[in-house]
């Protein structure tokens, strides 16, 4: 049918258009995370009442075999690792939906010869 061939290719266009800049992606999770000082008399870093300092930002990534990198990120570039991230995550959704497309339009493919 080639009606269902031109609705996958307008489907699959479309979540092409959606598919973000390879060149701004990063792989991992943003953790943060409370750090303590230990110096004598530091409030923030009391026993009962100090939380300790930060938070500080570390973008973990798994680098397989239970190995995990972990990489500090100052503040100001945090924004920008969370919208890599989020690109990350969305280029890997959109592969996945574009993959299945392109599996149905094999299918169609075949059928038609
Ligand atoms: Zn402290």
């Given at each position: 049918?080639k009606d269902?061939?031109?609705?996958?290719?307008?489907?699959?266009?479309?979540?092409?258009?959606?598919m973000?800049?390879?060149s701004?992606?990063?792989?991992?999770s943003?953790?943060?995370?409370?750090?303590?000082?230990?110096?004598?008399?530091?409030?923030?870093?009391?026993?009962?009442?100090?939380?300790?300092?930060?938070?500080?930002w570390?973008?973990?990534v798994?680098l397989g075999?239970?190995?995990?990198?972990?990489?500090?990120?100052?503040?100001?570039?945090?924004?920008?690792?969370?919208t890599?991230l989020?690109?990350?995550?969305?280029?890997?959704?959109?592969?996945?939906?574009i993959a299945a497309?392109?599996?149905?339009?094999?299918?169609?493919?075949?059928?038609?010869?």
């Open positions: 049918m269902k061939t031109a609705q996958l290719l307008a489907a699959r266009e479309k979540l092409v258009q959606q973000p800049h390879p701004t992606v990063l792989p991992g943003l953790l943060s995370r409370m750090v303590r000082c230990n110096k004598p008399g530091c409030r923030f870093c009391d026993k009962e009442t100090g939380e300790g300092h930060g938070p500080i570390i973008l973990s798994s075999n239970r190995q995990v990198r972990q990489v500090p990120i100052p503040v100001e570039m945090k924004k920008e690792v969370e890599s989020r690109a990350f995550a969305q280029m890997q959704k959109l592969m996945k939906q497309i392109n599996l149905d339009l094999l299918k169609e493919r075949k059928r038609q010869q």
